[in-house]
């Protein structure tokens, strides 16, 4: 078959979770982050996939994205919103059962006007200054925000992937200035936070990357397999180039097979001569000249038989391998993986 085919192993996201899960005390919930379409995974698989009679909490960043998780789960499962309660995003907040994180206090104005009594938490800012209500402004609202029965606090580490890091511990302390004594249920830690160390997890964490087989969570399931099925071999001399701009020049006699797949699917053209490989099982093969649209060139001169299909993802090359290439995070390969893949999902079951 011609088509590039993107396997993801619903099992090993269970499993990811449950590794997770594990790392903090029993008293602690775990969440699951399906925000970006379960991290380019599929929304609907994913959030159904994961935490079995685990996490009942899921986080997305927008409203429309938790209409497809509500849609995917039914009613009960709580659904999070972290960009909180935006202007005309009232009917879907109240007729999906979501629950904004209020960043601002203009938020928390509209949620208790347009929604007395609909359940919401708060973002608070500890210094990555992104989202979330500031330290002054909180002091001067918490009292009376508390009594509207907050479901949560949160905030988020701008460093968590660098554990060593001092702005781990100043905006621990922050938070801590800012949460102590309220008595509610708070949250810092996504993936990263999880492990540095219990002191970061609070009453809920918040894992994301983590689940979807990606850094920090080294000790993590691989879950995304990526194959590109060879559509033409041919054989070049030495001093002939290869694809857009002839960037690639054989030295010797190379045989280059051209596979199906490309910067169209998420396979970004940055990859091009970088020293990128694909795999025929255990076997690299350098990506050479540039990635186009549809196809990348790879050179197969040293295999003793041309293969169906090469392995973009898998056991030999996971999502942050194939991002170092690229000189970007395995979050953002996962998060731009494309629609034209033949999308396989795994499971069988915990
Ligand atoms: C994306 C996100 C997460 C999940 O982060 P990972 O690093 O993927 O685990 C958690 N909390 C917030 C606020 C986020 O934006």
């Given at each position: 078959m011609a088509t590039p085919t993107l396997t993801i192993d619903l099992d090993a996201i269970a499993a990811n979770w449950r590794s997770l899960d594990r790392l903090s005390a029993p008293d602690v919930q775990t969440a699951a982050v399906v925000k970006a379409d379960g991290y380019g995974l599929g929304v609907d698989r994913v959030a159904r996939g994961p935490c079995p009679g685990g996490a009942r909490r899921f986080f997305v960043a927008y409203a429309e994205e938790g209409a497809a998780v509500r849609q995917a789960l039914g009613p009960g499962p709580q659904i999070a919103v972290l960009s909180g309660h935006m202007a005309g995003d009232t009917e879907m907040i109240h007729d999906l059962d979501l629950t904004p994180m209020l960043n601002s206090l203009e938020q928390i104005t509209r949620h208790l006007e347009a929604l007395p009594g609909h359940a919401f938490g708060v973002q608070l800012d500890t210094g990555m200054n992104r989202l979330g209500v500031e330290m002054l402004e909180w002091q001067a609202i918490a009292p009376i925000l508390i009594e509207a029965g907050p479901e949560l606090l949160m905030s988020h580490l701008a460093c968590a992937d660098e554990p060593d890091h001092d702005q781990n511990l100043a905006q621990l302390e922050t938070f801590h200035q800012m949460t102590d004594g309220t008595g509610l249920p708070r949250s810092l830690s996504a993936t990263g936070g999880i492990l540095i160390g219990p002191k970061f997890h609070f009453d809920l964490t918040r894992p994301g990357v983590g689940l979807y087989g990606g850094r920090p969570f080294d000790?993590?399931?691989?879950?995304?397999?990526?194959?590109?099925?060879?559509?033409?071999?041919?054989?070049?001399?030495?001093?002939?180039?290869?694809?857009?701009?002839?960037?690639?020049?054989?030295?010797?006699?190379?045989?280059?097979?051209?596979?199906?797949?490309?910067?169209?699917?998420?396979?970004?053209?940055?990859?091009?001569?970088?020293?990128?490989?694909?795999?025929?099982?255990?076997?690299?093969?350098?990506?050479?000249?540039?990635?186009?649209?549809?196809?990348?060139?790879?050179?197969?001169?040293?295999?003793?038989?041309?293969?169906?299909?090469?392995?973009?993802?898998?056991?030999?090359?996971?999502?942050?391998?194939?991002?170092?290439?690229?000189?970007?995070?395995?979050?953002?390969i996962l998060t731009s993986l494309g629609h034209r893949y033949l999308r396989r999902y795994q499971e069988r079951g915990a």
């Open positions: 000790t993590g399931t691989r879950v995304v397999t990526l194959s590109l099925p060879v559509i033409q071999t041919r054989e070049v001399a030495a001093g002939e180039t290869v694809g857009y701009g002839g960037s690639w020049t054989a030295e010797t006699v190379s045989q280059i097979a051209t596979v199906a797949g490309g910067y169209a699917d998420g396979l970004l053209r940055l990859l091009s001569n970088r020293g990128a490989v694909l795999w025929d099982g255990d076997i690299p093969c350098p990506v050479v000249g540039r990635v186009s649209m549809d196809l990348i060139t790879v050179d197969v001169t040293h295999l003793a038989e041309v293969p169906r299909s090469l392995d973009i993802l898998g056991a030999h090359q996971s999502v942050d391998e194939l991002a170092d290439a690229a000189g970007t995070i395995g979050y953002e």
